[in-house]
């Protein structure tokens, strides 16, 4: 099992990048897929989710209007559209998998069973 997390980068505020997450090993539509990041000095916190079964899609507050997350199931991976980025946003970015996210613990870090690598992204003019 094994998740790879790629397509970060350095881009300047108010642009775009898309990050994807491929799975190996296991489907992800089996699982709740989740995206969290991590800045320096700072806790891990969770951005987004889509949950199994009927796809729907959950956001923090901080990230709402502007990331959209997306899965296509026959490439077994999951996208993170990224627009108006702000340099708030820079941080390493995780995905992670789970077969029992429920609702009320989609944001939680111990809910999601396989993480990926992470990738880097960096909002800076």
């Known amino acids: 099992v094994q998740l790879q997390a790629s397509g970060g980068g350095l881009v300047q505020p108010g642009g775009s990048l898309r990050l994807s997450c491929a799975a190996s090993?296991?489907?992800?539509?089996?699982?709740?897929i989740g995206w969290f990041r991590q800045a320096p000095g700072k806790e891990r916190e969770w951005v987004s989710s889509i949950r199994r079964g009927d796809g729907r899609t959950y956001y923090a507050d901080s990230v709402k209007g502007r990331f959209t997350i997306s899965s296509d199931n026959a490439k077994n991976t999951v996208y993170l559209q990224m627009n108006s980025l702000k340099p708030e946003d820079t941080a390493v970015y995780y995905c992670a998998a789970g077969r029992r996210v429920i609702l009320s613990t989609l944001r939680m870090r111990s809910a999601y069973d396989h993480w990926g690598q992470g990738t880097q992204v960096t909002v800076s003019s």
């Open positions: 090993g296991f489907a992800l539509a089996n699982s709740a």
